[in-house]
């Protein structure tokens, strides 16, 4: 009996439409889109009808956008690193640029802080001024 070698199932790839993606991730679809149009995702495929399709590269791409997003990042920001990675193709060659931003964003915060620490002193020293004096009253 002479059998043909099967070729191996391709891999199901799953799909998502826009409103299941934005459920996931708790993203509006507007925002989505916007990501789209300023090319912080550029992976989007369309079907008949122009529907976006996103699928599990897309969903980590979101993710990763939504980190950089509250690590403090802006969009800008988060513009160059796309274009750093387009220029590379390499995460390798990214990843620098990310701990280079990171860092610059600990630094502000340090110094937010700082003087963070300096208002809550002051508001504190005339809160004391102001109830020392209704308590003279």
Do not use: C, W
């Not at 509006?28 to 495929?45: A, D, W």
């Not at 937010?112 to 004391?128: A, P, Q, T, V």
């Amino acid at each position: 009996m002479n059998q043909q070698p099967q070729n191996p199932p391709e891999p199901s790839i799953t799909r998502y439409r826009i409103g299941e993606i934005g459920k996931i991730l708790d993203l509006s679809t507007r925002t989505i889109r916007y990501y789209e149009e300023i090319g912080l995702l550029n992976t989007v495929k369309r079907i008949e009808g122009g529907r976006r399709i996103y699928t599990e590269d897309d969903l980590r791409r979101l993710r990763f956008i939504k980190k950089l997003k509250l690590l403090g990042l802006s969009l800008g920001e988060m513009a160059e690193l796309e274009n750093h990675y387009n220029r590379h193709r390499n995460n390798k060659k990214v990843l620098p640029k990310v701990a280079e931003l990171l860092h610059r964003h600990s630094k502000e915060i340090e110094s937010r802080l700082l003087e963070l620490g300096k208002l809550k002193k002051e508001i504190n020293d005339y809160l004391s001024h102001i109830e020392s004096k209704i308590n003279a009253s």
